[in-house]
């Protein structure tokens, strides 16, 4: 069973909908990514993850 499915599995067992992982350290546990921004979000079912949050330009 790979991490993944560990957590994916703990998340189910404990009725969690999700967990959003944002540490370096977790995050490389995790997904195996060693850069130095990025999120994992994970539910039961699926896993997402992001190195890049989008950039929104507002009007002054």
């Keep these: 069973m790979t991490k993944l499915a560990k957590i994916q599995a703990a998340l189910e067992g ?8 944002t540490s370096d350290y977790n995050r490389r546990y995790v997904a195996d990514f060693t850069g130095t921004t990025g999120m994992v979000l994970i539910t039961p079912t699926k896993a997402f993850f992001c190195d890049r949050l989008p950039l929104y330009r507002t009007s002054s």
């Excluded at 404990?14 to 992982?21: F, G, I, P, Q, S």
């Design 14 to 21: 404990r009725n969690m909908e999700a967990v959003l992982v």
